[in-house]
């Protein structure tokens, strides 16, 4: 096997062949692999589109009768179209600033020697293995001191300070693997660490930097903790609030519970396939080159 | 040329991270502006109010809760109101997290016993008892011991909006015919009946207690009131003159081990939720289940009205020689509106206006229309209501209450009740799991 | 590496706002919390400085001592899981075919799910009556093996197990493809003058130019283990009698469920030191490899 792959390598020209059994095997159990990972999406979707008590009665068929108005329904009582906005609002700050500060300390932190360096570190590692539910109370009290409470700022602030140390980690494992010439050469050129990091650095790590994003974006989306204590005004909500009011504590609606979850999801996945791009663009930049 | 795609790539990136950011944080300061500047329009409202509940589902009572408060609302245009719909799932969480930071809101929904105790021993509630002098006869219309749940040192704190009755047993009429099942009565008829369903295959008691409350909730109250009486939990609870080691409790144990023993519940019944529990039943796979009224709401919400008139209520079988009534049905007195205790003044009375308007007579007739207990002497419309509430309203009616145990013990003792039930379910050990629940009960009480 | 003097400034400068939005909002509410370990409160009304008791009731609790070993359990299952299927994964898909797009694509699913709906499909896939796992062991005759997956303390530790890493692999696989991709081509080149290639070139090129994001994983996967909280919160509550007991979902109850807040903000301090721990040795353990 080793020799015909640089077979295939060596002479790019004749793609086509017969598929060697152990590629068509591993193919196939990628593929089932994928469907099986896929399923609960496709499961989400179907589930969301039934009346209740077909969910119960049949929790794996395809809905008896496709119920389209869950979706309208769940959409409207849940307030989803204000509740979007203002995700969109948190979570897309939230990205940008995570994303920038990242890249930055990360930048430092994995290029530059210096002192403290180490225990910086170890300071924002801290910042991982915190159980969020912990900090509730001081976070609150912190932030209606600081009058920003019932503000954007009340998530897109914590947000982004909670999930800096995993950017950091991420992006500085990256940055750390490119070579240190870039700065070098950089340096005789006359560019100031700025410009190193937004013209080289920068760009160099747009793949982690997507990493990034999409796990920030998860995060932001889906966060209910937060979101819950800290915003009071009904107008600020986020989905998640949003997707919780079906369930009282004795019984939930899973019919609307699933609509508005799959209405939910729709912009995560799209969110994903886009920086999922962006991660792979590195390899097409790669492969020109090469 | 590497280098320069990937500039043009990171400069659109960041074009649009920028872009995203202005606007973002101009959107952010808008909102947070019109949140603390929203108080100011021509006609200044004198009074601010605010008012936290979780009836924020879609269901008919949180529609008319939420009614309510509107009617108030808009009957009341000198008063701000800041109406906050919770989701159940965090209410509690919510709620700890602001009174931790000595933030509570004016008025917020609350659960009797030990969740309004809680608020109570923090010295964070003032009583409501002026208002319920205002209007005697509103206070003469509840039920018998209506404020047992929300009075502490002799002043009532909530007025309850609901009752909550968490035992009633709801059975399949035509599983119990076609097996010729006599719908039991005392302890004897249920064993054979869990017998008969088991030998055909059909699960006897179906049960979700995942969220542990429920086992303890609408089985163990019921079950342990038959055998110890009500006095001595009671006494127990206060760890006065009683203990949860004491023998009638272990035996009240033993015989939900006993249940569990005889695979009463379905296979995994700690693993799923209660709303499968309920379906399970609804759809002919078990032949009874307990609960209280959100099952009411919970089945007429989601099963065809084929299904409903197979269903039958009674009450949990007597159990013999035991202290207690058999006639009766755990019940708490229901959820009700607790007031911060710094509202004062022109606040203060505006409060207790909004707290009239949402559980006063007219508010609970309200609430009774929509298939909701109530702890209210009312006069229920039978067309306005489903024939299973009707049925399930006639047994309420007709039988006694006793404690519901998570309405009494401590947090740290339902806990340990929650618990212990789930372990007996696994072979756990009645005395074991009794000294579990005196430890967490006496540790709490002492304090 | 820069070390020129000329640089501190702008190190400063650059780590300057993360440093202060960091501090302001993990720092402090973390030492905050941990203060109020010292204190016997329920979170309302009046506290009670007791000293280290709760630390040491914590410490004395076998369901505390219960939960560390799930949680260790679920550290285990993603470091010996989802690491190496992460990684494998990453390895064969890093085409940029309409094919491997697709898989790796399928398998970041997972992630955008919330929690509850995965907690109710796998609550589906274990269901006693009628779940997947079940179906699946009596159509081929193993009808003594089917089981309460999800409420038989011997073995729902291990069932919750299973999503989690399922869950998790996603995120792996793409900071694996993103550190792959990051791998110079002229190395790549110079592995085919050098005749590595295949499993050589994996061994010999390919894990150590990954080797940082690897320990990053790692590091990753115990942080995210030990306060891992969600899917079992919906999957079981932590049920049934505490069999799947996390730290997370243990210091959770006492916090808002039994109203011991002093108790509850103790064991979250004791999760934070826990985990530092067991980072600090897989540092060691991986230090060693290194070299």
Not at chain 2, 414 to 439: F, S, W
């Amino acid at each position: 096997m080793p020799e015909s792959t640089t077979a295939a390598r060596l002479q790019p020209a004749p793609r086509r062949r017969w598929p060697r059994p152990g590629v068509t095997l591993t193919n196939t159990a990628m593929l089932l692999y994928a469907l099986a990972t896929l399923y609960p999406l496709i499961w989400l979707f179907q589930s969301a589109f039934k009346t209740n008590q077909n969910f119960f009665e049949k929790p794996f068929a395809l809905p008896d009768t496709w119920v389209i108005e869950n979706i309208t329904r769940a959409w409207a009582l849940s307030d989803m179209g204000r509740a979007t906005l203002n995700s969109t609002i948190v979570t897309g700050s939230a990205i940008v600033l995570t994303v920038l500060l990242g890249a930055l300390t990360a930048f430092v932190l994995s290029r530059f020697r210096f002192k403290g360096r180490t225990l910086l570190s170890g300071v924002f590692l801290l910042g991982m293995l915190i159980p969020i539910h912990s900090t509730l109370v001081p976070l609150f009290i912190m932030m209606n001191q600081a009058g920003i409470l019932n503000t954007y700022w009340a998530l897109i602030l914590p947000y982004t300070s909670f999930e800096l140390p995993l950017a950091i980690f991420i992006m500085a494992a990256y940055m750390s693997a490119i070579p240190k010439e870039i700065e070098e050469a950089a340096i005789i050129d006359g560019s100031g660490y700025w410009g190193i990091f937004v013209r080289m650095i920068f760009p160099l790590t747009l793949p982690a930097i997507s990493t990034v994003a999409i796990l920030a974006f998860l995060r932001y989306w889906n966060d209910f903790a937060f979101a819950l204590v800290f915003i009071n005004e009904p107008s600020l909500k986020t989905i998640p609030l949003s997707l919780a009011i079906f369930s009282d504590g004795f019984g939930t609606d899973y019919a609307l519970t699933m609509a508005a979850m799959a209405i939910s999801v729709v912009p995560t996945i799209v969110i994903f396939l886009i920086f999922q791009e962006q991660i792979m663009k590195g390899m097409v930049a790669g492969a020109v080159k090469g | 040329m590497k280098f320069k795609k990937a500039w043009v790539l990171s400069a659109s990136a960041l074009a649009a991270l920028v872009l995203l950011s202005a606007c973002g944080s101009g959107n952010g300061n808008n909102g947070g502006g019109s949140a603390d500047t929203g108080s100011a329009p021509a006609d200044e409202p004198k009074v601010e109010l605010s008012i936290w509940h979780n009836f924020s589902g879609d269901d008919l009572r949180a529609q008319t809760m939420r009614g309510l408060i509107e009617q108030y609302v808009a009957a009341h245009p000198e008063v701000k109101v800041d109406v906050q719909a919770i989701p159940p799932d965090g209410y509690k969480q919510r709620l700890k997290t602001v009174a931790a930071a000595n933030e509570m809101p004016d008025l917020f929904l609350s659960n009797p016993g030990s969740m309004i105790a809680e608020f109570y021993n923090g010295d964070l509630l003032q009583p409501i008892g002026d208002l319920l002098e205002q209007y005697p006869e509103w206070r003469d219309g509840f039920l018998p011991g209506a404020f047992e749940g929300h009075t502490f040192d002799g002043e009532i704190y909530a007025a309850p909006v609901n009752l909550s009755p968490s035992s009633i047993m709801y059975y399949n009429h035509s599983l119990f015919e076609q097996y010729d099942v006599k719908v039991p009565t005392t302890w004897d008829e249920l064993m054979t009946a869990i017998e008969t369903f088991n030998a055909n295959g059909i699960t006897p008691i179906s049960m979700g207690n995942k969220a542990a409350w429920v086992a303890q909730s609408t089985i163990i109250g019921t079950l342990a009131d038959r055998v110890t009486g009500s006095e001595w939990f009671l006494s127990a609870v206060e760890q006065d003159g009683a203990a949860f080691t004491d023998p009638q409790f272990v035996e009240a144990l033993g015989y939900f081990k006993q249940l569990a023993d005889a695979e009463a519940f379905q296979d995994g019944a700690n693993s799923i939720d209660n709303t499968q529990a309920e379906q399970y039943f609804i759809q002919g796979n078990a032949a009874m289940t307990l609960g209280g009224t959100w099952t009411l709401t919970n089945l007429a919400a989601t099963a065809s009205e084929e299904a409903l008139e197979q269903v039958g209520v009674t009450v949990f079988p007597a159990i013999p020689g035991g202290a207690g009534d058999p006639n009766t049905i755990t019940a708490s007195t229901g959820q009700g509106f607790a007031m911060n205790k710094d509202v004062t003044g022109a606040q203060r009375e505006a409060a207790l206006d909004l707290i009239y308007t949402i559980s006063g007579p007219e508010a609970q007739q309200q609430i009774a229309q929509s298939n909701t207990l109530v702890n209210y002497q009312v006069e229920v419309d039978p067309a306005k209501v489903t024939p299973l509430f009707n049925k399930t309203y006639e047994l309420v009616t007709s039988v006694g209450f006793t404690p519901i145990y998570d309405a009494y013990l401590s947090s740290a003792g339902t806990e340990a009740v929650n618990n212990g039930l789930q372990e007996l379910m696994l072979g756990g050990d009645p005395e074991t799991v009794a000294q579990k629940i005196q430890n967490a009960q006496a540790e709490a009480v002492g304090n | 590496m820069i070390t020129s003097m000329r640089s501190g400034r702008f190190v400063a400068l650059a780590l300057l706002p993360s440093l202060l939005l960091y501090c302001f909002f993990v720092i402090v509410p973390v030492f905050w919390s941990a203060y109020y370990g010292f204190f016997e409160w329920s979170g309302v009304g009046a506290t009670k400085g007791i000293g280290l008791q709760n630390y040491a009731e914590a410490l004395q609790d076998p369901v505390f001592w219960r939960a560390l070993k799930n949680n260790l359990i679920i550290v285990a299952a993603s470091i010996f899981g989802q690491v190496p299927i992460a990684l494998v994964l990453a390895i064969l898909l890093n085409k940029n075919s309409l094919f491997h797009r697709f898989v790796r694509s399928a398998v970041f699913m997972p992630m955008v799910l919330s929690t509850v709906v995965v907690g109710l499909i796998w609550g589906y896939i274990y269901h006693p009556q009628f779940g997947l796992v079940n179906f699946v062991l009596e159509a081929v005759g193993l009808d003594n093996w089917t089981r309460g997956w999800l409420s038989d303390p011997d073995v729902n530790m291990y069932a919750v197990a299973v999503p989690i890493i399922w869950n998790f692999i996603g995120p792996y696989l793409i900071m694996f493809v993103a550190a792959i991709q990051n791998i110079p081509s002229e190395i790549d080149d110079a592995c085919l003058i050098d005749g590595a290639i295949g499993r050589k070139k994996l061994l010999l090129v390919t894990l150590p130019m990954i080797w940082n994001m690897i320990k990053v994983v790692i590091v990753l996967c115990i942080a995210g283990s030990l306060k891992a909280f969600d899917q079992v919160f919906v999957m079981t509550g932590g049920g049934p009698a505490q069999s799947t007991e996390l730290l997370a979902t243990y210091m959770y109850n006492n916090t808002f469920n039994i109203y011991r807040y002093g108790y509850g903000s103790a064991v979250s301090t004791l999760i934070v030191i826990i985990s530092m721990l067991m980072i600090g040795v897989s540092q060691v353990l991986m230090r060693g490899k290194e070299s």
